[in-house]
């Protein structure tokens, strides 16, 4: 099934394959399959087409995929442009929630490396 530019897996439980959308989780999964009274079991192939419209019409209210990237990436170029700790952290490709550095950042420098190209 195709959600908002997403290929959803059909055979997966309704909750578990909203999972598949940038911007939901578990929990949010399970906190919409509640609102839309689906039966935490249901597959999202044996969703009835009334629900599969009200769950399209329910995310399409939601901050999610491009627009939550969009949002996200924003906030970190904000702070890099005020030069905020974190988005001086950011620049620099280092961890930014304050883990140690001495050892165990190789993943962070790998991520972080070529994230950011914006020199302010």
């Given at each position: 099934?195709?959600?908002?530019?997403?290929?959803?897996?059909?055979?997966?439980?309704?909750?578990?394959?909203?999972?598949?959308?940038?911007?939901?989780?578990?929990?949010?999964?399970?906190?919409?399959?509640?609102?839309?009274?689906?039966?935490?079991?249901?597959?999202?192939?044996?969703?009835?087409?009334?629900?599969?419209?009200?769950?399209?019409?329910?995310?399409?209210?939601?901050?999610?995929?491009?627009?939550?990237?969009?949002q996200?990436?924003?906030?970190?170029?904000?702070?890099?442009?005020?030069?905020?700790?974190?988005?001086?952290?950011?620049?620099?490709?280092?961890?930014?929630?304050?883990?140690?550095?001495s050892?165990?950042?190789?993943?962070?420098?790998?991520?972080?490396?070529?994230?950011?190209?914006?020199?302010?």
């Open positions: 099934m195709f959600f908002l530019g997403v290929n959803i897996p059909d055979n997966k439980l309704v909750s578990i394959a909203l999972t598949s959308i940038y911007g939901v989780g578990p929990k949010t999964g399970t906190r919409i399959c509640n609102q839309l009274l689906i039966h935490p079991q249901c597959r999202l192939k044996d969703l009835p087409e009334d629900k599969v419209t009200q769950l399209s019409g329910l995310l399409n209210g939601m901050t999610i995929e491009t627009e939550l990237r969009k996200i990436a924003d906030n970190i170029a904000k702070m890099v442009h005020i030069n905020s700790y974190k988005g001086m952290r950011h620049k620099a490709g280092l961890p930014v929630h304050g883990q140690r550095t050892t165990n950042a190789q993943t962070a420098k790998k991520l972080n490396k070529g994230r950011m190209s914006i020199d302010a």
